[in-house]
């Protein structure tokens, strides 16, 4: 139920580690002791600690390409949580600990084990490890924002209020809350509302307009293959953000006719109740055909930051863009050959979309001779990249192909990359943002309802759309076999019909 | 003076030990509390100062007394704090909370921690806030987080203030109602905790306890001292799985006050934060195991919003709900929607990786409704997790290398299970399994990253680990770890690591050998001028590993040794240290192999060659080390010097030095040297004198039996003939005398067993020539002792003294040296019987006795004539003769009256004695040829013919 110690490591890359925070939390420790007896391991000195941490994540030495402790075969690497060993007098396993890693920073905390020592209880017996997830997710936030890259100055800002914010959320090892992303606000006296108590996650009152602001967005994730061993694969995942400072709203989402369920619905703890069919359809398994599409009711009461009231994933019938990409060795040079359609129901209007295609494990590019349809094309010879920029629209047969041949023949050798040798090449769309969401909700199909009728407006609501997309060529070392429920990944991957010999 | 606070308290907190080398505890406790007293300090910085207290109290209060002081001091700070400093009042709350527990000051109700605790209770309730800005809110919910780790550290301590938390909890509308939730929530669980330990309590004890009624009894048990807190179960939660009992109080299904206080806290659950929901729904779901009658659906209103959660600890909550209530609280269906769910989760794209794998254990400790396992910790999937189902969680190679391990070890436990029962399709889960392993295999052959590498051979290491007894797969993985390996040889010490590990944990697969083999194979195949310096590195590192598996045949490996350093390659000119002690980690394994025999001679020419061609010395001084013992000691011998190192040091420590050979060392110091034992662990005693007679009697009677042949009839010529034995310097040179080997009476275990016993002695004075050693096979304490014939060559035939020592060996192949007790050799022992030639009678013998006897007396010089005289009885007499000198008679025995006895001395000295009773005594006539002697011989006479008074008289 609580953690023992908790700290925050500042890296780059492995490199310039320092640990920025710490803290221990005496009492948790005291009862530690009582729970684990002799077996008992106390918390180390920092600079041990961090020696330990690196080692566990794989960071320490970073010259060296094999040390035992860090690279062990046996090394338990699939759990989430790490064993330090500590050395010396004191010796023994220091265990759960937990660790996550976002940008330059490393957070890391050791959760209290409730339970007795031996035999080792299994992580899903202890609360703390749970608790310990979700306040360093929270911490994490908070320091680095959404972004993942703030400037250091903003960064060392933040550390230095941890103690404060700690006093609010973890004051003696039991974390109770996360950190708020916002200035704190003061605590406020609620007025009055009769017998109603207010949220904890309510730190005061906003007094100002009243208004909900909802955003959605949505990503497909594709990877097209184009060969006859291996199915092309697409689905689209969605979040619902919203930002609104009325007591009580009810946000209703809806799908277009013949839309897919959503699934996998995940809420803010803030929704106050879910009807048990929103959670029925599952993306690990698609047994039944009548599932419940809809409309999805979310009643909340929301914290005064923006926050994300559901996640969803779902199944897509067409992937937004087909694409096919071919590559042939002839002579020195190689034959490339894409060719990009877009699909009819989505809209023909983007931000600023461009295509990229990086070739890795070969020299420089020296000729690049390859024509367009549509758009322009932009070689950056030094980093073996094409990058072609479609632009705001597609023509209007909705249809774009790049034709050409390149030679490399460069002085030095480009870019490299293990996945993508020989002929296994992608082609990955950038910015692709059509400024409509094809999938899941409509936009019409949102319904904002507010009890007890207090004026309000939705105001920007935003619709957006990401695309990211890759495009392999040849199918040898990605995936293994098609299977049903092959997996998707962060990248959506094309390919062409084009089958080596 | 100002001093830098801010750096001053981080480098404390930083390493304390290093902080306080330079000053003592006592003294910066001291100094943080003048300086949390002076009111010039700003509140930012006495935060500052607390923090010590917060973070190390028992370092800097290492007794209860310290402890007490420091918190009435802090106490004192605390009443003068102006009510605005909200901030440095909530830190000096909780300052206090952690010194007064981790001094134990609360376990033990001490005066102080009374105190604190009417402070919290006072300031808890205290809801005037007269300032509107909140402040003291927030200063209220610290106090309550302090009371909730009090009750947290000492169970029952706020039982009796039960009710009251109640009552502020439900009068609370602030947000900080949450506060008194998480505390209500826990005294109610300790509570109902005590009253399960209590014999006989039921309905009206917990009715009691709800309505704040405590009775007497109850206070008179907080008053009586500290509660008895070595029993630490109260600490740990109440729901560990199936084998996990929890105590139960019996009350009958009435209980409404128990009930209503758990709806109204779940009525109001939602309100909380997920972290408090989280406590609270775990507290609670640990009072209703211990009361069967509450039901357990009082949950099921909250399950469907846990269940929906983003957050991971609020769904974790509904896992424990379930692993406490099983079905009485989830049907069926529930548990195939929360498995379907647990699998989804574990794959979301919008998740972090860390919630995955958390997702991903869960599916591995599944509390199912009815679990067929006895949940010992070990991974098992849920029954219903179908393959199906699993195949969402199928690594691919975008995985991050946890999240693809994590879905490789859950997949592959999926297949073992359907190949198990023999499903339709089988084999090609399996099949999909093997394939990604290879995609692994083929990015680390094109260039991965460490990254990628290290997470493959664990990948390759769990697949086995599943899958060791699949022989297609695994024959076809070791042929391809042999190719990446000859393309990249760096990955040696992950390949050993991979073999030393696949060796240890799966002890009945021999998959480790055959990869061994098979990196032999393909090491000593490749031509040599393909090679290159990190190649044979590596190549080097890898043989000796194989040299350790006594079931591979080693010829190739001493084939690649020797044509490396053939004279035609660089090596052993470039004297490369390092190569060369990979080289010599080779042989040093090869000289423990059990097929030695066989590879001695060309390994002992690869040692040779090093010793004398090597560039480097150090190399050459090792390889002539080895040479010398592999020449010189048994196999066994070998064996047990080698081995001791490697065993005792371990796999680990063999890795990380430099070298093998800096380890090998230090186990050969050990089995080189020899030890010396602080006390005889043995000695040579006189064998007993009955058996030495016996034995000496049969020579006798040997002797006499080859009696035959001539003997001369004259004392002349018998004297002559006799003399000329001696132109042989070695003739009866030498006395042999019968000892054995008698350990020590302090029996030390350790040494009940000697073997290899190498005897040495040396000489005290220069009466005799020196002796060689004598090598005696084994002495076990428990076996009859060996014999040992000492032959002592006199130079004059005086009694002296030996000294000895013996070297030996014991069972755990350890040398010793021992030095044994001194060894007397009394004058009589150089006694001989005459040595005349073998063929002569009595009678010759007596004719020699006769010319000697006349000739000692005649001649002057060396020679002396002496009578001795002692009162004996005949029968005294003829027992004496009989018992001492029967070897030595010369003159028939039947012949009483008068006994004629010769003593040989080696190396030419003789004693003769005529014996006869006279009227008044017995007269020992004595002559020699060896006056020195006559000093001895009286002494001698006197003690055999006092003794022989003694027994007849």
Same mark, same amino acid.
């Given at each position: ?501 | ?70 918190? $009435? ?84 301590? $706020? ?512 089995? $080189? ?245 006279e009227e008044d005594a017995v007269h020992f006539d004595v002559a020699t040829d060896n006056w020195q002697l006559l000093s001895h011989i009286s002494s001698y006479l006197l003690t055999i013919t006092s003794s022989q008074e003694d027994t007849h008289s």
């Amino acid at each position: 139920m609580s953690v023992r110690a908790l700290w925050i490591i500042s890296h780059e890359k492995g490199e310039n580690v320092s640990i920025r925070f710490s803290r221990r939390f005496s009492t948790v420790e005291h009862r530690a002791k009582c729970l684990a007896g002799p077996s008992h391991v106390a918390v180390p000195e920092e600079s041990t600690v961090l020696q330990l941490l690196l080692t566990e994540l794989g960071l320490s030495d970073s010259d060296k390409s094999y040390v035992a402790l860090r690279d062990d075969c046996l090394h338990r690497q699939r759990s989430p949580a790490l064993e330090l060993h500590v050395d010396g007098p004191g010796k023994g396993i220091l265990w759960p600990v937990l660790a996550i890693s976002q940008g330059p920073l490393i957070l890391a905390c050791l959760c209290l084990v409730d339970a007795p020592p031996e035999p080792r209880p299994p992580l899903a017996n202890l609360l703390s490890v749970s608790q310990g997830l979700t306040l360093l997710a929270g911490l994490q936030n908070f320091l680095l924002g959404s972004g993942n890259k703030p400037d250091s100055e903003a960064l060392a800002s933040r550390l230095a209020t941890l103690p404060s914010v700690l006093l609010q959320v973890c004051p003696l090892g039991t974390p109770l809350d996360v950190p708020l992303l916002g200035p704190p606000a003061t605590p406020t006296v609620p007025t009055p509302a009769g017998n109603q108590k207010q949220p904890a996650w309510k730190t005061g009152l906003h007094r100002g307009r009243a208004v909900v602001n909802v955003a959605l967005k949505e990503t497909v994730r594709s990877m097209q293959y184009g060969s006859q061993s291996r199915q092309d694969l697409w689905d689209v995942y969605g979040t619902c953000e919203v930002e609104g400072v009325l007591p009580n709203v009810t946000v209703t989402l809806t799908l277009p006719p013949n839309g897919s369920p959503l699934q996998d619905i995940l809420v803010h703890p803030c929704v106050t109740s879910l009807d048990s069919s929103i959670l029925t359809a599952s993306s690990v398994d698609n047994s039944d055909g009548s599932a419940f599409s809809g409309p999805y009711k979310f009643p909340f009461s929301p914290p005064l930051e923006p926050f994300r009231l559901c996640s969803y994933t779902s199944q897509v019938p067409v992937p937004p863009i087909l694409g096919s990409y071919e590559l042939r060795e002839e002579e020195n040079q190689l034959r490339v050959s894409v060719n990009l359609k877009l699909h009819e129901s989505v809209k023909n209007s983007f931000e600023f979309c461009e295509a990229h295609l990086p070739f890795f494990n070969r020299d420089q590019m020296g000729a690049v001779d390859v024509k367009v349809s549509s758009g322009q094309l932009d070689v950056s010879k030094e980093n073996n990249l094409l990058v072609w920029t479609l632009g705001q629209k597609f023509p209007k047969s909705r249809e774009v192909t790049l034709e050409g041949r390149i030679t490399f023949s460069g002085p030095t050798p480009g870019p490299t990359d293990p996945l993508c040798t020989e002929l296994t090449a992608y082609i990955k769309p950038e910015n692709f943002n059509p400024k409509s969401t094809l999938y899941g909700i409509q936009q019409d199909r949102c319904v904002v309802l507010v009890e007890r009728r207090q004026s309000f407006c939705v105001q920007d609501a935003a619709w957006v759309q990401t695309f990211s997309c890759r495009l392999v060529q040849e199918d040898v070392p990605l995936c293994g076999p098609s299977y049903k429920f092959q997996p998707l990944d962060p990248f959506c991957v094309w390919s062409s019909d084009y089958r080596p010999k | 003076m100002a001093v830098n606070w801010a750096d001053r308290v981080s480098a404390f907190s930083r390493s304390p030990s290093r902080f306080l080398s330079g000053t003592t505890a006592e003294a910066f406790l001291a100094e943080l509390l003048r300086e949390l007293r002076d009111d010039r300090a700003s509140d930012s910085v006495k935060v500052l100062l607390v923090s010590p207290l917060c973070e190390h109290p028992t370092l800097l209060c290492p007794s209860d007394s310290e402890g007490e002081e420091t918190a $009435l001091e802090l106490m004192s700070v605390f009443a003068q704090c102006p009510a605005k400093s909200v901030q440095l009042r909530c830190h000096l709350l909780l300052a206090l909370a952690s010194v007064l527990v981790c001094s134990s000051c609360v376990s033990v109700r001490s005066p102080a921690s009374r105190d604190f605790l009417d402070l919290l209770l006072q300031v808890s309730q205290d809801t005037g806030d007269l300032h509107g800005d909140g402040a003291l809110l927030s200063l209220r919910a610290t106090a309550c987080d302090c009371l909730r780790e009090l009750e947290a550290c000492s169970p029952g301590l $706020l039982s009796q203030h039960l009710e009251l938390f109640g009552g502020l909890r439900q009068r609370e509308s602030s947000r900080f109602h949450q506060a008194y939730a998480g505390l209500h929530s826990l005294v109610l669980r300790n509570a109902v905790y005590q009253l399960t330990q209590e014999t006989g309590a039921g309905a009206e004890q917990l009715k009691a306890l709800l309505g704040g009624n405590t009775s007497v009894a109850w206070e008179a048990d907080q008053d009586s001292g500290p509660t008895n807190n070595t029993d630490s179960t109260v600490l740990s939660s109440l729901i560990l799985g199936p084998m996990g009992t929890v105590p139960s109080l019996q009350t009958g299904p009435d209980c409404k006050e128990l009930r209503s206080i758990l709806s109204s806290l779940l009525e109001e659950s939602y309100l909380l934060t997920p972290l408090c929901q989280a406590a609270l729904l775990h507290r609670l779901t640990e009072v209703v195991a211990m009361v069967p009658g509450v039901p357990p659906a009082i949950f099921r209103a909250q399950l469907l919003r846990l269940l929906g959660t983003s957050k991971v600890c609020l769904l974790h909550t509904t896992l424990l709900m379930k692993c406490a209530f099983t079905d009485s609280l989830f049907s069926a269906e529930d548990e195939a929607f929360i498995v379907k769910r647990l699998v989804a989760l574990s794959q979301h794209p919008l998740l972090t990786d860390p919630e995955k794998l958390f997702y991903m254990d869960c599916i591995l400790h599944f509390p199912e409704n009815r679990p067929i396992g006895c949940g010992d910790g070990d991974e098992t999937l849920p029954v219903l997790l179908t393959p199906r189902l699993a195949a969402a969680l199928l690594p691919t190679v975008f995985n991050d290398s946890a999240t693809m391990l994590a879905r490789l070890n859950l997949l592959s436990l999926v297949y073992l299970e359907e190949g198990e029962e023999g499903e339709g399709g089988e084999g090609r889960g399996l099949a999909y399994l093997y394939e990604h392993l290879m995609s692994l295999l083929r990015i680390v052959e094109s260039g991965g990253s460490r990254e990628t590498v290290v997470a493959f051979f664990r990948a390759s290491f769990l697949f086995l680990w599943h899958f060791y007894h699949m022989e297609c797969y695994t024959s076809s993985l070791v042929e391809k770890l042999c190719e990446l390996y000859l393309r990249h040889s760096q990955l040696a010490p992950h390949l050993i690591g991979l073999a030393d590990h696949t060796q240890d944990r799966l002890c009945e697969s021999n998959w480790a050998e055959g990869l061994l083999k098979a990196l032999q194979r393909v090491i000593t195949d490749v031509p040599l001028a393909q090679l290159t310096s990190q190649d044979l590195r590596s190549h080097l590192k890898t043989l000796a590993r194989v040299a350790e598996e006594g079931k591979i045949a080693q010829r190739s490996t001493l084939h690649f040794l020797s044509s490396i350093i053939a004279p035609s390659s660089s090596l052993c000119v470039s004297g490369d240290w390092r190569l060369g002690n990979s080289v010599l980690a080779v042989c040093r394994r090869l000289l423990v192999h059990p097929s030695l025999d066989s590879l001695l001679v060309p390994l002992a020419d690869i040692l040779q060659h090093l010793a004398c061609r090597y560039g480097d010395t150090d190399v050459q001084d090792h390889a002539r080390l080895y040479y010398a013992l592999l020449t010189t000691l048994s196999q066994e011998k070998l064996a047990g010097v080698l081995a001791q190192g490697a065993t005792e040091g371990g796999r680990q420590v063999k890795k990380r030095s430099l070298s093998s050979i800096v380890a090998d060392s230090e186990g050969l110091t050990s089995m $080189l040297t020899i030890h010396q034992t602080e006390r005889a662990i043995f000695s040579v005693v006189e064998m007993n004198p009955e058996l030495r007679r016996d034995t000496q009697a049969d020579k006798e009677s040997d002797l006499n039996q080859s009696e035959a042949g001539e003997c001369p009839d004259e004392a002349s010529a018998a004297l002559e003939a006799y003399r000329s034995q001696f132109d042989d310097p070695d003739f009866a040179s030498e006395i042999t005398l019968s000892y054995q080997l008698a350990h020590a009476q302090d029996p030390d275990p350790r040494f009940d067993q000697l073997f290899s016993i190498r005897l040495h002695f040396s000489l005290t004075d220069d009466h005799y020539e020196a002796l060689s050693d004598i090598s005696v096979p084994c002495l076990f304490r428990e076996r009859p002792p060996p014999a040992v014939q000492l032959r002592l060559k006199p130079r004059r035939p005086h009694p002296t003294t030996l000294r000895a020592s013996a070297i030996f060996t014991t069972q755990d192949g350890l040398s010793w040296h021992t030095v044994l007790p001194a060894i007397r050799v009394a004058f009589q022992q150089a006694f001989m019987p005459l040595p005349a030639p073998p063929a002569w009678r009595r009678g010759g013998k007596l004719n020699l006795f006769e010319g000697l006897w006349d000739e000692l007396c005649s001649e002057s010089g060396e020679c002396a004539a002496s009578l001795f005289c002692c009162q004996l009885k005949e029968a005294a007499l003829i027992g004496l003769v009989e018992k001492h000198f029967l070897p030595y008679l010369i003159s028939d025995w039947s012949r009483k009256e008068e006994f004629k006895v010769l003593f040989f001395l080696p190396p030419q000295s003789h004693v003769l004695l005529k014996i006869r009773s006279e009227e008044d005594a017995v007269h020992f006539d004595v002559a020699t040829d060896n006056w020195q002697l006559l000093s001895h011989i009286s002494s001698y006479l006197l003690t055999i013919t006092s003794s022989q008074e003694d027994t007849h008289s």
